[in-house]
């Protein structure tokens, strides 16, 4: 936790000893982590690898530089961490990083929990492993009670650990639901780091949450931005911010930054999707982003839960909204919402099939139906808006609009 009393001292080993590419590498993580000056922490890290290609903390510490929001090389940055297992097959850092960036890039969780579980055998102490791994288990397998046992053992290592700070109060939120306790947590990892930028976003959110307090939380949302400028959840829960507001337009240009930084934004896609939904009907682009949602992260009950509401009430498409239902189940069996929410649309299914509506009837819903498609039709000309850039994987074409 003490950047400066680092710094220091590592400025007095390059200074006894200027082509150590260990502590090149040591000072480039600590000036991309603590002061946030990517630019110099690249610089220090060309300069650890020219002195040796092959050192793992430096090809690890650069790939993290690299996967940065103000750079995104994302290619050049597998290449770097795959460099250093190819190097070290059981180096720690290599495999947290790589981890890290199979769960949250590549959408593989199973390689990812290997990797991440690995790293933790091979180091039972490591903070940024276990921390990675309570991370992997409360976001991916909802397994709050793993998640926090991995955070108590980082606490028991590093107390000040800035990320298991952070991440902690994510779990005690989900669990708990004690945002007070969650406060406290963001605002002792900002006593560590004050530019730790989740914190900010987070603790935005929660204001905004908790408290409806527009002005604390757009200035946290602002101030974590500043520091993360292409940050998907800062922008996905500032947009949900300004919907709620009723300030639709700004809502979705946050909406598209989020997801043109990372398309497989999972609260970014169901909160955008929700709200197309709910405030211009447009159920058929709804749709296509919370089965992107679900190709992101297959097992969110929440997105099957949304996305089975627009199939099955709103578009009538009842079989598939059970499938997807049953699928979601049969994902997530611990799910205490799921047998209620399935029972609920068998009964909504059941009444569809027993309907024997009239002719006149039928006109009539086909006629609303064709009313929606020309307001949906109207308010994306009016919003300018281009659904293809939207829609990068076309795998679910969607009926209802040419």
């Known amino acids: 936790g003490e950047a400066r009393e680092c710094e220091e001292l590592l400025a007095a080993a390059l200074a006894a000893e ?14 991309h982590t603590r002061r946030k000056d990517v630019g110099e922490a690249e610089r220090l890290l060309r300069r650890a690898l020219q002195v040796d290609p092959g050192h793992a903390d ?37 495999l947290t990083s790589y981890g890290l960036y199979v769960q949250e890039f590549r959408k593989e969780n199973e390689v990812a929990e290997r990797l991440l579980t690995k790293a933790v055998a091979l180091d039972p ?19 709050m009670v793993g998640a926090e046992a991995c955070y108590q053992r980082v606490m028991a290592v590093d107390p000040r650990h800035v990320n298991t700070l952070c991440n902690r109060a994510l779990v005690l939120q989900a669990t708990s639901g004690d945002g007070a306790a969650a406060e406290a947590l963001y605002d002792l990892a900002l ?8 914190s900010y976003g987070f603790k935005g959110a929660l204001a905004w949450s908790r408290r409806r307090d527009e002005a604390e939380a757009s200035a946290l949302f602002e101030r974590a931005l500043s520091l993360m400028p292409g940050d998907s959840g800062a922008l996905a829960h500032y947009a949900q911010l300004h919907w709620q507001q009723g300030r639709l337009a ?3 240009a946050l909406f598209r930054r989020a997801l043109a930084g990372d398309p497989g934004h999972v609260l970014g896609l169901c909160l955008y999707a929700a709200m197309l939904a709910e405030h211009f009907d447009d159920w058929e682009a709804a749709v296509s982003l919370y089965r992107r949602a679900l190709r992101a992260e297959p097992a969110c009950s929440e997105a099957a839960m949304q996305l089975a509401d627009l199939l099955g009430p709103s578009l009538r498409r ?3 909204a059970l499938a997807l239902l049953r699928r979601a189940r049969a994902l997530d069996p ?24 009239l002719p006149r009837q039928l006109e009539a819903r086909a006629e609303l139906h064709r009313r929606r498609l020309l307001r949906v039709r109207d308010h994306r000309r009016r919003r300018h808006r281009l659904l293809t850039p939207l829609h990068p994987h076309p795998a679910h074409p ?5």
């Not at 929001?69 to 190819?86: D, G, H, P, V």
């Not at 006593?191 to 989740?198: E, R």
């Open 191 to 198: 006593s560590v780091d004050p530019a730790h930028g989740p």
């Open 398 to 402: 969607e009926r209802g609009l040419p």
């Open 18 to 31: 200027p082509e150590s590419a260990g502590a090149l590498a040591v000072l480039g993580l600590v000036t």
């Open 125 to 143: 102490q490591h903070p940024d492993a276990l921390s990675h791994l309570g991370t992997f288990l409360g976001k991916v397998r909802q397994d």
């Open 250 to 252: 700004e809502a979705e």
């Open 318 to 320: 009842f079989p598939d």
């Open 334 to 357: 611990s799910n205490p919402e799921l047998p209620a929410y399935l029972s609920h649309m068998e009964g909504l299914a059941k009444q569809a099939r027993l309907e024997r509506p």
């Open 58 to 94: 430096a090809l690890c510490y650069y790939g993290d530089v690299l996967l940065d929001s103000t750079r995104k090389q994302y290619a050049a940055a597998e290449e770097l961490f795959t460099r250093a297992l190819a190097a070290q097959p059981d180096h720690v850092t290599a």
